[in-house]
């Protein structure tokens, strides 16, 4: 399993839903990093993540 680096974390109760999570990974993708929305079940939360450089977890 490859090691992600978590650049954001935005509340899946949100009134705006994963809205937040995707404009920021967008913002990301604009600057050169290549990142995505993830969910993450056990916290209820959206995810925006990003493949880590060297293997190692931030």
């Known amino acids: 399993m490859a090691a992600r680096i978590v650049h954001a974390e935005f509340p899946a109760s949100h009134p ?3 809205w937040p999570a995707e404009e920021e990974a967008q913002r990301l ?3 050169g990093t290549p990142a995505e929305v993830r969910m993450d079940l056990r ?3 959206f995810l925006v993540v990003s493949k880590s450089e ?3 977890q931030s």
């Open 43 to 45: 916290t209820d939360r």
């Open 16 to 18: 705006r839903g994963s």
């Open 54 to 56: 060297g293997g190692e």
């Open 29 to 31: 993708r604009q600057s």
